[in-house]
């Protein structure tokens, strides 16, 4: 067992402090509609450039084992917050540039790849098919042998084949992935979501939305008899870990609807709850489309850095749908002075507690206000002096107003996550008493040199 190295007490905290102020000092600069850039230094290919905190979070790592300590904790703080809300490790930004929103017929359900060897981007480790073929399969896939004249036909179409099943096991599931790997044929495979009749429901749905036929012995089709024109198309299929979604089936718009029309018909017959949450759920992926957005950039770098603040956003709404929205701009945080006030303590250690949060909700305000070139201290004064819930300081404009209908907001979830998870990472901080780290092995002598000529080289 290699050396360690310990530290206690003010010793150690003070070492793990520094950590914490070189790690939040990198992330706190993007924050905010004026937030800065953060350049990355990349092994290979060009540096990239970023205003999103987890991404600059995730990249540091420090020499000093103690400071880096503090900085891995502050950094679990910025993944948590990821994790939780998606966003307000640094706050929500708007685009600059106008994206474009295309809703198009799609759906999403919750089976992901069968084997991780079908993933075709492994930056974000998902399986990404273009325009490609679909086979919708009742049974379960344990061998290939009587899917093989299918496979060659889709072989020389030179498309790529999704594969939904109840399951591909053993022989079957190895041979694709040899496949795959091989490059000979273009292929993922998912498991058929749902259970039971529910499940051939769903795969009937999945049919319908592709222009596809259900393969089921039921219906007197065998894997044999399929030909490229029982096959689904899809303009485009993503598959992630735990989540498939078919963008642009081929599907005819009628058809959809004419199967929207039946699943809403069931739902008003039923009488199970069961049921009808079920079915709700199957026409909510039958109708509710799926978004594609366009990002552009003159330059790979650009494109990257915009790819990362509409993630943000994204992440953003969707923690505003699942919990409300508060005033942005750090001026919720603000308007919760008054409730922090007021806590009624009942000794001296829990008023200082109360008082560092005090300050340390004014912080967000601050710095997003610092950031755009302004006086933080002096802004936060005339916020204090409003009773206005909503009114703020649009770090955009410079100008003080409504922030609500301005459109600057917050979600309520990741507001209320970001003080969570900073009070627990900060209270494991603060009753730190000692570290332990492995001693830096020292380097060893280098080996005396050879005589005159020669005599050291070896051939």
């Known amino acids: 067992m290699a050396a360690k190295d310990v530290k206690f007490g ?43 905190g987890v991404t600059v979070a995730k990249e540091i790592e420090l020499s000093d084992k103690f400071e880096n300590m503090g900085a891995q904790m502050v950094r679990e703080v910025a993944s948590r917050q990821n994790d939780h809300a998606g ?14 929103l295309d809703v198009v017929e799609g ?38 042998q009587a899917m093989l004249p299918i496979l060659e036909a889709v072989v020389q179409t030179g498309k790529p084949l999704l594969i939904i099943a109840e399951d591909v096991e053993g022989e079957a599931l190895a041979t694709l992935v040899v496949n795959k790997l091989r ?22 749905d999945i049919s319908i939305l592709t222009a596809g036929q259900m393969i089921s012995e039921d219906l007197g089709i065998k894997l044999e008899t399929v030909t490229l024109q029982m096959l689904g198309r899809a303009k485009k299929v993503r598959i992630e870990k735990e989540n498939t979604t078919i963008i642009d089936g081929a599907g005819k718009k009628k058809d959809i609807e004419a199967r929207v029309g039946q ?15 079920k079915l709700q759920e199957r026409l909510a992926k039958l109708a509710g489309g799926v978004a594609v957005i366009r990002v552009g950039g003159a330059t790979e770098v650009e494109v990257k850095e915009k790819k990362d603040r509409v993630d943000d956003a994204l992440n953003a709404t969707r923690a505003a749908v699942e919990e409300g929205i508060l005033p942005g701009g750090g001026v919720a945080l603000l308007r919760s002075l008054q409730a922090v006030k007021s806590i009624k303590t009942q000794n001296d250690d829990q008023k200082t507690g109360v008082e ?63 003080i969570q998870d900073a009070a627990s990472i900060a209270g494991l901080l603060i009753t730190t008493e000692a570290m332990v780290a492995e001693q ?11 005589g005159g000529g020669m005599g050291g080289m070896d051939f």
């Not at 058929?192 to 051939?200: E, L, W």
């Not at 699943?263 to 949450?277: G, H, L, N």
């Not at 830096?440 to 050879?450: A, L, V």
């Open 440 to 450: 830096p092995k020292k380097d060893s002598p280098m080996p005396p040199m050879g």
């Open 107 to 144: 759906m999403q359900f919750d089976r992901g790849y069968l084997s991780p060897y079908f993933i075709t981007n492994s930056e974000k480790m998902v399986a990404e098919l273009e325009d490609p073929y679909i086979l919708i399969f009742e049974k379960k896939l344990s061998s290939l």
């Open 183 to 204: 490059g000979g044929l273009k292929v993922a495979a998912v498991k058929a979501p749902g259970f039971g009749d529910r499940r051939k429901a769903m795969l009937e």
């Open 263 to 277: 699943i809403k018909a069931q739902i008003e017959e039923t009488s199970s709850d069961y049921d009808r949450e």
């Open 10 to 52: 003010t010793d150690a905290r003070d070492k793990m402090l520094r950590g914490v102020d070189i790690l939040a000092n990198a992330v706190k600069v993007t924050l905010g509609p004026k937030g800065r850039n953060v350049v990355i230094e990349k092994s290979f290919g060009a540096p990239r450039i970023t205003k999103d």
């Open 356 to 418: 560092i949060v005090r300050k340390a909700i004014m912080a967000p305000a601050r710095q997003i206000v610092d950031n755009a070139g302004d006086d933080g201290a002096v802004v936060i004064g005339k916020l204090l002096e409003s009773k206005d819930y909503a009114w703020g300081y649009n770090a955009q404009t410079g100008e003080y107003g409504d922030l609500v209908k301005a459109g600057i907001i917050d979600p309520t979830k990741v507001v209320r996550t970001a």
């Open 87 to 100: 966003d307000g490790t640094t706050t929500a930004t708007v685009l600059a540039q106008a994206i474009v």
